[in-house]
């Protein structure tokens, strides 16, 4: 079943079609977290009261998972830089680091909700909490994902195969690193 | 002329939602009127026929475009026409809320309208009010405002024969106002699905005129009831309160 | 036959014309080629018409005759009323108008169209259809559960969609909403398809103006969806935990707001009814172009009236709200940006009666259907100014004349678009040329009745007739008889209408079976799939892809002998 359309070689917009795709996915993510997103700051506009719940979340370990996701983009960067030059098993190497990157972003949320749990700051304590554990959550599931597509990427790019995947696989880990810069602010620091 | 064909008009803005909608009428139904005689007329006119081909018309020469063109001159002139009618009707039934008579306060639930009228005082939230289940009193040629509640889910507050129609919120008090101009007995249904009994919402909206409105009131109110004036109406109101 | 590209396999596989190799399994449960998708997506769709057109039979039964056994559903309660009206409303939209008209139009004519062999992502094609069915699956067996199906009608509002205790559905409600969820996700990887595919792998040649207008609106279409549902989705989410975890999102009594499931399901809501509209009106610029052997007069106008309706679009959601507690300050805006959505569709519906001037007009059965959809449409649009005006909304609001009204933009839209482009593509799905008088038959047996249906809704709903009530008995001023006349003339139509519809499977089935050859271009059209075998093979042209020389709607044109030029054709 690995015979690849004609369609899928052809680039009359004069853009890889997977880059093209990818770009898409991404716009229609940016709505989804742009209604969620909108909708906590109009939220938060009308209640002023949520400044208090929002000061007992952590602005250190959201500023620390800030920097290793910043991190990780850093790695996906230079995993592209590698795919160029045709170095699979160096591309390859770097994609591991940024799936490392994205575990140890998901490991310190895990300690971070577990403490925020057992203080009675659950997702049904008010619509606050509701919003962060959304918002977080499914941020969270976006790094599972860009991971577990990443592992199949570095297997490929390994045997220097699809090589274009890494840049793919790269711009959507950014925009997902991108994401947790809007939700960092807007959950973490304004208090 | 076309509304109130079918339903009385029982409010002071009904005759102007009437006429806002004969307005509309008038001015898409000559349009789709033209519309469609050229539809029709284009159909059977060039219809095929033996040894006369379609003509090659690309839709950008300016004589034929300038008819398209020309067209969204009259539209606009009525588009304009209309926002500027819609907008004065909406301003005076929805935006302005002028000086009241007497206020009431309407509350929905599944699946009831409680409706709470002031007694005698005329002042809503003391002792005398009256509280009636499924019918509202009001008096003819009075302002009143509505404070709208709703217990549960959305409700909607709708009485077609004023043209009246406010959504229900739980967790807010929405007011709004009408002037009844029409005595008698109308319908006042729940426009806004609210769960399997939204269908046996039906109340009844009784307009009477000032004096037999004053006199409903002094019969009902609950300190006149307790004093021992037992009459039909206050039995009957039990009743209603049962049901 | 214009040929400059080899067949070439990327991998050297021998997957490509090999279909000979391919399983059972491979070739119709699972098949990667889009024409098979395509009609996985339409039979679908139909199927589940025919559910949803059970569903209103069974509910405009109860309305005509109140109380009695309906055959083949008994007795409708009020709860089975509400979750028969919302599983209509949801069905038909979610289940009929997209998969139809977006996902099996689009797979079928985009790489036909664009002179493609397959979408660009074949694989996500699949999965895209296996999360649909899924989701259909899902919605059909909430009516199977403990509560039955949710009955809060097909807008959702909360609290009533949120809170078991008040619904009466608490998980039907949640396999509503998941299903609408999952049937969204479904339709944005083929939206992601359908953009991609038709801006990268056209043939070589075809630029921008050369797109046939489907193929066109379907993509914009699937912008359109794609910008406009990413709200809703995580609206979704919201409202699937404030249901199952307790959350308290939409909830006022703890905080929440159940104002902002509005705006998030009509920001959504209103460009969703141009998301199907607009493969309805590129299907109909097809037919009639073709019909009346006529260029689409003013392509480009047509495709800036497509993107100027899609742009409005995004601004009017509120006029869905104007009575909804809102602030009424806003609906004065809203009603100007909802009227100014009449100057680019009125332009287009003159391009396409501007269209039919000085053609040569056949009435085969797709053109009847095209003609159909001008006429109906153009009631549908002019009933929405009523509505789209604010003051007179304060009275039209929830009515029937709503109902009617936006009856006469789907039902164009779903049915009559969809009839329009089913007959006119049936030569190249199925090879076979359908029975002419058959179709015209089935054509004036569906439109004369789904007239008789709606419009007596407009007079009940201008006298104050409200939706979604089980049973106008219970009101004096509703009960009259000639209002329950009226509601018997719209049940009897359809139960006739949906009668008339044995006539269309019968004769697609006759015609599939015994049906006179269609060949390769029995309409004589110029766009490029009719110059592949009817039906194509695997590969869509074994012997290589076409090259595109000229524009899709050269009909007549002066310079050239037959009245149609194909866009394969060298100069």
Same mark, same amino acid.
């Given at each position: 079943?690995?015979?690849?359309?004609?369609?899928?070689?052809?680039?009359?917009?004069?853009?890889?079609?997977?880059?093209?795709?990818?770009?898409?996915?991404?716009?229609?993510?940016?709505?989804?977290?742009?209604?969620?997103?909108?909708?906590?700051?109009?939220?938060?506009?009308?209640?002023?009261?949520?400044?208090?719940?929002?000061?007992?979340?952590?602005?250190?370990?959201?500023?620390?998972?800030?920097?290793?996701?910043?991190?990780?983009?850093?790695?996906?960067?230079?995993?592209?830089?590698?795919?160029?030059?045709?170095?699979?098993?160096?591309?390859?190497?770097?994609?591991?680091?940024?799936?490392?990157?994205?575990?140890?972003?998901?490991?310190?949320?895990?300690?971070?909700?577990?403490?925020?749990?057992?203080?009675?700051?659950?997702?049904?304590?008010?619509?606050?909490?509701?919003?962060?554990?959304?918002?977080?959550?499914?941020?969270?599931?976006?790094?599972?994902?860009?991971?577990?597509?990443?592992?199949?990427?570095?297997?490929?790019?390994?045997?220097?195969?699809?090589?274009?995947?890494?840049?793919?696989?790269?711009?959507?880990?950014?925009?997902?690193?991108?994401?947790?810069?809007?939700?960092?602010?807007?959950?973490?620091?304004?208090? | 002329?076309?509304?109130?064909?079918?339903?009385?008009?029982?409010?002071?803005?009904?005759?102007?939602?009437?006429?806002?909608?004969?307005?509309?009428?008038?001015?898409?139904?000559?349009?789709?009127?033209?519309?469609?005689?050229?539809?029709?007329?284009?159909?059977?006119?060039?219809?095929?026929?033996?040894?006369?081909?379609?003509?090659?018309?690309?839709?950008?020469?300016?004589?034929?475009?300038?008819?398209?063109?020309?067209?969204?001159?009259?539209?606009?002139?009525?588009?304009?026409?209309?926002?500027?009618?819609?907008?004065?009707?909406?301003?005076?039934?929805?935006?302005?809320?002028?000086?009241?008579?007497?206020?009431?306060?309407?509350?929905?639930?599944?699946?009831?309208?409680?409706?709470?009228?002031?007694?005698?005082?005329?002042?809503?939230?003391?002792?005398?009010?009256?509280?009636?289940?499924?019918?509202?009193?009001?008096?003819?040629?009075?302002?009143?405002?509505?404070?709208?509640?709703?217990?549960?889910?959305?409700?909607?507050?709708?009485?077609?024969?004023?043209?009246?129609?406010?959504?229900?919120?739980?967790?807010?008090?929405?007011?709004?106002?009408?002037?009844?101009?029409?005595?008698?007995?109308?319908?006042?249904?729940?426009?806004?699905?609210?769960?399997?009994?939204?269908?046996?919402?039906?109340?009844?909206?009784?307009?009477?005129?000032?004096?037999?409105?004053?006199?409903?009131?002094?019969?009902?109110?609950?300190?006149?009831?307790?004093?021992?004036?037992?009459?039909?109406?206050?039995?009957?109101?039990?009743?209603?309160?049962?049901? | 036959?214009?040929?400059?590209?080899?067949?070439?396999?990327?991998?050297?596989?021998?997957?490509?014309?090999?279909?000979?190799?391919?399983?059972?399994?491979?070739?119709?449960?699972?098949?990667?080629?889009?024409?098979?998708?395509?009609?996985?997506?339409?039979?679908?769709?139909?199927?589940?018409?025919?559910?949803?057109?059970?569903?209103?039979?069974?509910?405009?039964?109860?309305?005509?005759?109140?109380?009695?056994?309906?055959?083949?559903?008994?007795?409708?309660?009020?709860?089975?009323?509400?979750?028969?009206?919302?599983?209509?409303?949801?069905?038909?939209?979610?289940?009929?108008?997209?998969?139809?008209?977006?996902?099996?139009?689009?797979?079928?004519?985009?790489?036909?169209?664009?002179?493609?062999?397959?979408?660009?992502?074949?694989?996500?094609?699949?999965?895209?259809?296996?999360?649909?069915?899924?989701?259909?699956?899902?919605?059909?067996?909430?009516?199977?559960?403990?509560?039955?199906?949710?009955?809060?009608?097909?807008?959702?509002?909360?609290?009533?969609?949120?809170?078991?205790?008040?619904?009466?559905?608490?998980?039907?409600?949640?396999?509503?909403?998941?299903?609408?969820?999952?049937?969204?996700?479904?339709?944005?990887?083929?939206?992601?398809?359908?953009?991609?595919?038709?801006?990268?792998?056209?043939?070589?040649?075809?630029?921008?103006?050369?797109?046939?207008?489907?193929?066109?609106?379907?993509?914009?279409?699937?912008?359109?969806?794609?910008?406009?549902?990413?709200?809703?989705?995580?609206?979704?989410?919201?409202?699937?935990?404030?249901?199952?975890?307790?959350?308290?999102?939409?909830?006022?009594?703890?905080?929440?707001?159940?104002?902002?499931?509005?705006?998030?399901?009509?920001?959504?809501?209103?460009?969703?009814?141009?998301?199907?509209?607009?493969?309805?009106?590129?299907?109909?610029?097809?037919?009639?172009?073709?019909?009346?052997?006529?260029?689409?007069?003013?392509?480009?106008?047509?495709?800036?009236?497509?993107?100027?309706?899609?742009?409005?679009?995004?601004?009017?959601?509120?006029?869905?709200?104007?009575?909804?507690?809102?602030?009424?300050?806003?609906?004065?805006?809203?009603?100007?940006?909802?009227?100014?959505?009449?100057?680019?569709?009125?332009?287009?519906?003159?391009?396409?009666?501007?269209?039919?001037?000085?053609?040569?007009?056949?009435?085969?059965?797709?053109?009847?259907?095209?003609?159909? @959809?001008?006429?109906? !449409?153009?009631?549908?649009? +002019?009933? %929405?100014? &009523?509505? =789209?005006?604010?003051?007179?909304?304060?009275? *039209?609001?929830?009515?029937?004349?709503?109902?009617?009204? @936006?009856?006469?933009? !789907?039902?164009?839209?779903? +049915?009559? %678009?969809? &009839?329009? =482009?089913?007959?006119?593509?049936?030569?190249? *799905?199925?090879?076979?040329?359908?029975?002419?008088?058959?179709?015209?038959?089935? !054509?004036?047996?569906?439109? +004369?009745?789904?007239?008789?249906?709606?419009?007596?809704?407009?007079?009940?709903?201008?006298?104050?007739?409200?939706?979604?009530?089980?049973?106008?008995?219970?009101?004096?001023?509703?009960?009259?008889?000639?209002?329950?006349?009226?509601?018997?003339?719209?049940?009897?139509?359809?139960?006739?209408?949906?009668?008339?519809?044995?006539?269309?499977?019968?004769?697609?089935?006759?015609?599939?079976?015994?049906?006179?050859?269609?060949?390769?271009?029995?309409?004589?059209?110029?766009?490029?799939?009719?110059?592949?075998?009817?039906?194509?093979?695997?590969?869509?042209?074994?012997?290589?892809?076409?090259?595109?020389?000229?524009?899709?709607?050269?009909?007549?044109?002066?310079?050239?002998?037959?009245?149609?030029?194909?866009?394969?054709?060298?100069?």
């Amino acid at each position: 079943m690995s015979a690849r359309p004609i369609a899928t070689t052809r680039s009359a917009a004069g853009m890889p079609t997977p880059r093209l795709a990818v770009w898409w996915v991404i716009a229609s993510e940016i709505v989804i977290f742009g209604g969620l997103l909108g909708s906590y700051i109009m939220h938060r506009i009308a209640h002023g009261e949520w400044a208090e719940y929002a000061a007992n979340t952590n602005t250190m370990i959201g500023a620390t998972n800030t920097f290793v996701l910043l991190t990780s983009s850093l790695f996906a960067v230079l995993a592209h830089q590698a795919a160029e030059r045709g170095d699979g098993k160096t591309a390859a190497r770097f994609l591991y680091m940024t799936t490392g990157g994205g575990l140890v972003f998901l490991t310190i949320k895990a300690f971070e909700w577990t403490s925020e749990i057992s203080h009675g700051m659950t997702i049904t304590a008010n619509t606050f909490w509701s919003f962060y554990y959304t918002a977080a959550g499914i941020h969270a599931l976006h790094v599972i994902a860009g991971m577990i597509i990443m592992l199949f990427v570095a297997q490929t790019a390994k045997r220097n195969e699809d090589l274009h995947r890494v840049e793919i696989i790269g711009i959507y880990w950014h925009f997902v690193d991108i994401v947790w810069i809007f939700l960092f602010p807007l959950l973490y620091i304004a208090k | 002329m076309i509304l109130n064909s079918v339903l009385p008009e029982a409010s002071t803005y009904a005759a102007d939602i009437d006429r806002l909608f004969d307005v509309i009428t008038l001015l898409v139904g000559v349009p789709f009127l033209i519309a469609s005689f050229l539809f029709f007329s284009f159909i059977f006119r060039f219809k095929k026929r033996e040894g006369t081909p379609a003509k090659y018309i690309t839709g950008t020469e300016h004589q034929y475009m300038k008819w398209i063109h020309r067209a969204h001159v009259p539209i606009l002139l009525f588009d304009v026409i209309i926002v500027v009618m819609a907008v004065n009707v909406w301003y005076d039934v929805k935006q302005d809320l002028p000086e009241a008579n007497s206020t009431v306060r309407v509350i929905a639930q599944q699946w009831a309208w409680t409706f709470v009228h002031p007694g005698p005082d005329n002042v809503l939230d003391t002792a005398d009010d009256i509280v009636t289940i499924n019918e509202l009193h009001v008096a003819k040629d009075t302002l009143y405002h509505y404070k709208l509640e709703a217990l549960d889910v959305l409700h909607d507050f709708s009485v077609p024969a004023f043209r009246l129609k406010q959504d229900a919120i739980p967790g807010r008090v929405i007011t709004g106002w009408f002037e009844p101009t029409l005595a008698g007995e109308f319908g006042i249904q729940c426009a806004e699905i609210c769960g399997i009994g939204h269908g046996l919402m039906p109340a009844r909206l009784i307009v009477e005129d000032r004096a037999q409105h004053a006199a409903w009131i002094a019969e009902n109110s609950p300190l006149s009831v307790a004093a021992g004036v037992e009459d039909e109406s206050a039995s009957e109101r039990t009743r209603l309160a049962a049901r | 036959m214009a040929e400059s590209i080899p067949v070439e396999h990327a991998d050297g596989h021998a997957d490509h014309g090999g279909h000979h190799e391919m399983s059972f399994s491979e070739k119709y449960i699972f098949p990667l080629d889009h024409k098979m998708i395509a009609m996985q997506y339409m039979f679908t769709g139909m199927f589940m018409a025919v559910i949803g057109g059970f569903f209103a039979y069974a509910f405009r039964m109860q309305l005509a005759f109140p109380g009695i056994n309906v055959p083949g559903w008994g007795v409708v309660t009020p709860a089975d009323y509400n979750a028969l009206v919302t599983s209509h409303g949801s069905i038909m939209i979610f289940w009929v108008a997209m998969p139809v008209l977006i996902a099996a139009f689009g797979n079928y004519l985009i790489p036909l169209m664009i002179g493609a062999d397959d979408m660009v992502f074949p694989r996500v094609n699949r999965l895209s259809y296996q999360i649909f069915l899924l989701s259909a699956i899902i919605i059909l067996a909430s009516f199977f559960v403990e509560g039955g199906a949710f009955g809060g009608a097909w807008t959702a509002y909360p609290p009533l969609s949120t809170k078991a205790e008040y619904s009466l559905t608490g998980i039907g409600s949640t396999m509503w909403i998941l299903a609408v969820a999952l049937e969204f996700v479904a339709f944005l990887l083929g939206g992601i398809n359908f953009i991609t595919t038709a801006m990268n792998s056209r043939a070589p040649g075809m630029k921008m103006w050369d797109i046939p207008m489907v193929v066109w609106m379907i993509v914009i279409a699937s912008i359109l969806f794609m910008l406009s549902v990413g709200p809703l989705l995580a609206g979704g989410i919201m409202m699937m935990f404030d249901q199952q975890l307790g959350t308290a999102f939409f909830d006022p009594d703890r905080g929440g707001d159940p104002i902002l499931w509005q705006h998030l399901f009509w920001f959504f809501g209103h460009p969703e009814v141009y998301v199907v509209l607009l493969p309805a009106v590129g299907i109909v610029a097809d037919v009639m172009t073709v019909f009346s052997r006529k260029k689409l007069f003013g392509y480009k106008t047509v495709l800036y009236t497509a993107i100027g309706t899609g742009v409005l679009s995004f601004t009017v959601w509120a006029h869905h709200q104007f009575v909804a507690g809102i602030d009424p300050r806003m609906a004065n805006v809203f009603t100007v940006t909802t009227l100014l959505i009449s100057v680019p569709i009125a332009e287009m519906m003159f391009v396409y009666i501007a269209t039919l001037y000085g053609g040569s007009i056949t009435f085969k059965t797709p053109m009847l259907w095209a003609l159909a @959809f001008i006429f109906e !449409f153009l009631i549908g649009g +002019i009933t %929405g100014i &009523f509505l =789209g005006a604010s003051g007179n909304d304060i009275y *039209m609001h929830d009515t029937y004349f709503v109902l009617a009204h @936006f009856h006469y933009t !789907f039902y164009p839209i779903a +049915i009559i %678009g969809t &009839f329009a =482009g089913f007959t006119h593509w049936f030569p190249k *799905m199925f090879g076979k040329m359908m029975n002419d008088n058959l179709g015209k038959l089935h !054509f004036w047996l569906t439109i +004369i009745p789904f007239n008789l249906i709606f419009l007596p809704l407009f007079v009940l709903g201008a006298a104050g007739q409200h939706r979604r009530i089980y049973d106008y008995q219970n009101f004096p001023e509703l009960s009259l008889p000639w209002m329950q006349d009226l509601r018997q003339l719209a049940t009897i139509s359809l139960c006739v209408m949906l009668g008339a519809q044995l006539i269309f499977f019968y004769n697609v089935i006759k015609s599939w079976m015994s049906g006179p050859a269609a060949g390769k271009n029995p309409w004589r059209a110029s766009t490029l799939e009719w110059t592949a075998a009817s039906p194509p093979p695997h590969g869509n042209w074994p012997e290589g892809l076409p090259t595109c020389y000229r524009g899709p709607y050269e009909y007549s044109h002066p310079d050239h002998e037959e009245d149609y030029w194909p866009q394969n054709e060298p100069a």
